[in-house]
């Protein structure tokens, strides 16, 4: 019994191997559990990087940049230049006036050192997300691409003036034909009626083209008709093109994308156009409104995958500091210095003094787009004229376009009148009166 209640001592020893052999299972699956988290945290801190980026736009952009200095100083490795000290700079980040207060001597020295400029409180950012921000600003800056293309913006206008030439000595050329085949013709009438009358070789030889051209009276009628129409015709259509600048796409000083204020960021014609809202024209901005945004936005990057042809990153950077030079900003010492330079923009769309057009009318009680007369300007790099401006448009617009009455009692109850006059349930623009003379001109 006694042996049998009591384990032998190779039981001993194979139970104690047991034991140590589960301990080291053990280890090993916690070993692997700990690279496994490591692993997933350096993956996790690429992505925070990306997070981060998207907080830094939305909550430190206002202020600051990565690299330059800006209403604060530049965020790009900020957690080196205070030692790695991230404990800090949760702090500071959550609570800039609590540290300032609490006499603490690297957050007095900040403060003292941007103007006496309190830091907005950021006491809704987590933990997390400041390590995201940290994390993006961390980031090493990334080299600028070398510049594949010319930067020169006459090019465009050159490539419009080929164009156009193009266009002159095709015309030359149908002309010049027409005038050899007219010759021709003429010259097998002439051997007609040169063997008509009998003419002898010798006499058809001393007989010049010209002196039978001209005694021919049908000839010279038919030929002086044909000049005339031909005429005519090219100048019918060069006058009819006196005043339309369709196309017109002039280069300005300031080289401005609509292509990527208007469509790739999505800003409001009438943020920058404000005046077309109650005014007779959209107006020209001014550069106040360009510096609202790029005080602080002095360099621009692009977006990834983003084709912008021939102009580079370092070209609209160079144009944000004509604009800087324009209004007298110093980015460096972020204060004006008094010393402002005109900008010479070249007006695009202009019609004559004798023809009235009101932005506001068309706008607000319109209700139409700025696209519809301008074009796709989100996607123009160069603004050009996108529409004739004739008095031919304008009137196939106001007979094709329906009076909006939606929202809109200022129609309404002379629309009930002449919808009942003409018996329709829509009017267009035409038949309120849209086609008066004096509604444009006077």
């Not at 021939?310 to 980015?331: C, M, N, R, S």
């Amino acid at each position: 019994m006694l042996l049998l209640e009591r384990p032998s001592l190779v039981e001993n020893q194979f139970i104690t191997m047991k034991k140590v052999g589960n301990h080291n299972s053990f280890s090993k699956i916690l070993f692997f559990c700990l690279a496994l988290m490591l692993s997933f945290s350096t993956i996790s801190f690429a992505q925070d990087a990306a997070k981060g980026k998207e907080l830094f736009n939305s909550n430190c952009a206002a202020c600051h940049k990565l690299d330059g200095a800006s209403t604060g100083p530049a965020l790009r490795g900020v957690v080196e230049r205070h030692e790695g000290d991230v404990e800090w700079l949760h702090k500071w980040i959550k609570s800039s006036s609590s540290l300032i207060k609490s006499g603490d001597a690297r957050a007095v020295k900040l403060f003292n050192e941007w103007n006496k400029v309190v830091m907005n409180d950021f006491p809704g950012l987590s933990d997390q997300n400041i390590d995201d921000i940290l994390a993006y600003v961390s980031e090493p800056k990334a080299e600028a691409p070398a510049a594949t293309a010319s930067t020169d913006g006459a090019q465009g206008q050159g490539g419009g003036d080929a164009v156009s030439n193009m266009i002159v000595l095709g015309a030359l050329v149908v002309v010049l034909l027409l005038l050899v085949t007219m010759l021709f013709l003429v010259k097998k009438v002439l051997n007609k009626v040169v063997e008509a009358n009998g003419l002898t070789e010798e006499v058809r030889q001393t007989v010049p083209v010209w002196k039978a051209f001209v005694k021919n009276q049908f000839l010279v009628i038919c030929s002086t008709i044909v000049f005339v129409l031909i005429g005519s015709y090219f100048a019918y259509g060069y006058m009819m093109q006196i005043g339309v600048d369709k196309g017109y796409e002039p280069v300005q000083p300031i080289h401005f994308s609509h292509k990527i204020h208007a469509g790739d960021n999505g800003i409001d014609c009438k943020y920058c156009h404000s005046s077309a809202r109650s005014s007779k024209t959209s107006g020209i901005p001014s550069l106040n409104v360009c510096m609202n945004c790029h005080k602080n936005i002095s360099e621009f990057t692009g977006d990834a995958g983003t084709d912008y042809g021939k102009y580079t990153p370092e070209f609209y950077t160079a144009e944000i500091q004509k604009l800087y030079d324009a209004v007298g900003w110093d980015p460096a010492a972020q204060k004006y210095t008094g010393k402002e330079k005109p900008v010479k923009w070249v007006r695009i769309h202009n019609l004559p003094d004798f023809v009235y057009y009101n932005h506001s009318q068309h706008v607000n009680v319109a209700g139409l787009e700025c696209q519809t007369c301008h074009g796709p300007v989100e996607e123009m790099e160069i603004m050009r004229q996108h529409s004739p401006l004739t008095m031919g448009w304008c009137i196939d617009c106001h007979r094709k376009t329906d009076v909006k009455l939606k929202d809109n009692a200022y129609y309404a109850k002379i629309h009930e009148e002449l919808a009942n006059k003409y018996g329709v349930e829509k009017l267009t623009v035409a038949q309120m009166g849209g086609l008066e003379c004096g509604k444009c001109h006077y």
